[in-house]
């Protein structure tokens, strides 16, 4: 077992669906969901110049449950290296953006899903059928928690992802050859988008690093977590909460309006407990919808690197 990120998920609503959605549709569905997280979320985050190696993504789907488990490659630990805390912190920002992509594609599909589930970080094994370790006990063990279609993460992992940021934010105040020598590693590892940034016409200029510090720390201040919100949970009373930002992946404010109506569509029902979750979800989604609005409207400046 390796230590690393795991995001646990079920799909609410999914017992008695097979009466309600066409089977060979919510099928195919699923299926374009795998494959389009896969194509997503995996090479994105391969490698960066922050990790202790290549990034190991295993995304497994049985039945109404989705598990997505982020790790170090087995050959990034030969002759006994091991990595350091910044770089498993950072196993957990890249587990906390996946989660927010899992739901925007689950909710903003075909046949609507709300996602409910929990992220944590510990030691498992993700290897064919096996998913086994504390993570994996943890992350079940509080998945269903949630009175609503809430994604959060657990405390642990909530301080790793913010270890995560500030460390980020550090390294942006480095000296301008330090930022340009991370963009060349980062290119030569394959990171397109740095690639790119050295076509600038400004390349190395110090208004192309005060743009480029400026631009990261603004991607940096993005609200992938809601923290701290009151979670409503299912034995009653709340649990100040990180809540997966299920907009993060959303385009603009048509996206986003649209998301929240699947979830209003989806969460229908003559149960006091769908009443609940509903209320419970919509709620939290308007505090999301602010802070995504906020944040997408700090983004645009005429400041941005432009090649």
Not at 43 to 63: A, D, W
Not at 113 to 124: A, D, K, Q, T, V
Not at 274 to 301: D, H, M, P, Y
Request: some cysteine.
């Amino acid at each position: 077992m390796k230590e690393g990120a795991l995001v646990l998920v079920d799909c609410l609503g999914f017992r008695g669906i097979w009466n309600r959605v066409d089977p060979e549709t919510l099928i195919s569905n699923l299926q374009s969901i795998e494959k389009r997280a896969a194509s997503l979320v995996m090479p994105k985050y391969s490698r960066s110049m922050l990790s202790f190696g290549h990034v190991r993504f295993h995304l497994r789907f049985l039945s109404d449950t989705v598990a997505l488990s982020i790790q170090y490659e087995a050959d990034a630990y030969e002759n006994g290296a091991q990595p350091n805390e910044r770089q498993k912190d950072l196993l957990v920002a890249i587990a906390c953006d996946s989660a927010g992509v899992l739901a925007n594609l689950f909710i903003d599909s075909e046949t609507p899903l709300p996602l409910r589930g929990c992220i944590s970080f510990g030691r498992h094994l993700c290897e064919s059928n096996f998913l086994v370790g504390p993570a994996v006990d943890q992350a079940a063990e509080y998945m269903n928690e949630p009175d609503g279609a809430f994604i959060w993460v657990l405390p642990r992992a909530v301080g790793r992802y913010k270890n995560s940021v500030e460390q980020s934010l550090k390294l942006i105040d480095q000296p301008k050859e330090t930022l340009l020598a991370g963009l060349a590693i980062a290119a030569h590892q394959g990171v397109d988008e740095s690639a790119k940034l050295f076509d600038h016409p400004d390349a190395g200029s110090d208004i192309f690093i005060d743009s480029l510090r400026m631009v990261f720390a603004k991607v940096l201040a993005r609200p992938t977590i809601i923290e701290p919100y009151p979670m409503p949970i299912k034995s009653g009373g709340t649990v100040d909460a990180g809540i997966i930002n299920p907009f993060i992946s959303a385009e603009d404010d048509k996206a986003r309006k649209r998301i929240i109506v699947r979830y209003e569509e989806f969460l229908q029902g003559d149960r006091i407990d769908i009443w609940k979750k509903r209320q419970n979800t919509l709620k939290f989604l308007a505090v999301a919808e602010k802070a995504e609005a906020g944040f997408r409207a700090t983004l645009g400046s005429p400041h941005h690197l432009r090649p």
